[in-house]
């Protein structure tokens, strides 16, 4: 989408943009350092156009160059103090190094900028619920929906991301076409590549495609699992786009399966020839409509099966993509036609996890930040972007209900700290019964200290916990949840729900905080879950077994397709 923007800003600097539209087909295809070396002849002949330095920049941060690539930001901008697309760019550099003050700014700077940059508005409201500024978020919310209600789909399309149509709370069948809009974005102008018909017999060749193969939540949850794979049935392959960070997660995955690939410099056409190359017979992708994600490669159908599964929590869209990887807990199947994809069921939980950073940890007392003597300790570990208005206001109404309780937050930024301590304090709560978490240098660390919560209250709204749910699980810490109407939002009671304690999964938010108040006020009741945790007998834990549910899924994939194939040949 952003390559597409950014043609549309060039439109009004005509001396430059034959080198930049060079550079933007060249970065569609992959190519990113032949796109650098376009725009820095561009730069040169053109050193007042802001964006030519603006391309330049791009490409330089995705090739994982942030010092240059926020130089030339700031170059273009001594040109043009105005120019969007830079205080866009810029913004984003900001947000991901945590400096999300600065990152509001430039995002501001982009909206006013004009409507040529509009994806602005939609990143702005994301920091801004970041922050936990909600009454500034909701203003920007309240746009984009007057957008989509007054404009033509191909006008507001291309400024909402799949993931903030089922935030602003689309309908699900919009949802699902704005989804299959970015999807088809990604396919423009691709044709599928040729590959030969994959070996039937033998053991079933599996590839995992991925950004994260690293210190990221999906490395968290994978590092351990592909070793369990059969090996006399399947063979492995990880094709990973993403940076080596050299962390455990990535040695664990690479020397966990039989064929690592790094393709972090492969352009989109040469990671779908190797894929095709090597006869993968299923291609699962974990990426889907998330930051730097490659659908351009499954566009070009390397492998005759291609699933979606746990990285992106919703449809890619993608007429390309053949199946999701889920639960009936996380999608019904009065939901799941929320999927352009066909739901691929396992038998019951879809997040497969092997808890290896738990190991030795739950029951342990571990490292406490400073809880009152005697206190119950409620705690939510996800991002703060989960956590609405209805959310936190239903946290204060329990924190009300049990005078003895503290809220347990992950540790943010000082404004999202004081947008939370100010909205505790006009709900009547000692803004002091909130307690952020400080920073620990290993997620073993966070585990272990994680135990001493008494019971997790969800984000029940739009997005609920996924790895965070996980994570607690393993460290022996109950969950309590509301599944919505939308996989995003059914993910914890998916894993609750495996997890053994399907009573901590509630119908609505009164249930959600009457539960939480009696779990609260009740010690032996929270121990008992805590301790039926800690015994590991549910589904959840069970990693070896949700591997071989994961294969059978891949199996029956396989077969429909040769069975498929079968009938058309026939």
Known sequence: MLWKLLRAACQRRASAQPLIDRSLALRRDGRLRDAELVLREAAVQFPRDPLAATNLAVVLLEQDQPREGVEWLQRALEVDPCCAPAH??????????????????????????????????????????????????????????????????????????????????????????????????CARGITEISRAPAADGGRLRIAYLSRDFRDHPVGHVLANVFALHDRARFEIFAYSYGPDDGSAYRKAIASGVDHFIDAHAMTDAELAAGIAQAGIHVLVELAGHTTGSRLAVLARRPAPVQAHYLGYPGTTGAGYVDYFITDRVATPAALAAEFTEKPAYVAQCFMVSDGTDAVGNAGAAGTADGFPAGATVYCNFNNASRITRDDFHAWMEILRGVPAGVLWLQGASASTMDNLRKEARACGIDPARLIFAQRVPAKRDHLARLNRADLVLDTINWHNGHSSTSDALWAGVPVLTVPAQHFAGRVAASLVTAAGLPELVQRDRGEFVQTAIRLGSDRAQLAALKKKLAGRAAPFFDTPTLVRDLEAAYIGMWKAYRQGAQRSSS
């Open 88 to 185: 866009y760019n810029l913004a984003n550099v900001m947000r991901a190094s945590g400096r999300r003050e600065e990152a509001t700014q430039h995002y501001q700077a982009a909206v006013d900028g004009g409507a040529a940059f509009a994806p602005a508005r939609e990143q702005l409201m994301h920091c801004l619920l970041e922050a936990c500024d909600w009454e500034r978020a909701a203003i920007h919310a309240n746009v984009l929906r007057k957008m989509i209600e007054n404009e033509p789909a191909a006008e507001w399309m291309p400024c909402i991301s799949p993931l903030t149509a089922v935030y602003l709370g689309l309908a699900p069948e919009l949802r699902k076409q704005v989804a299959a809009y970015h999807a088809a974005e």
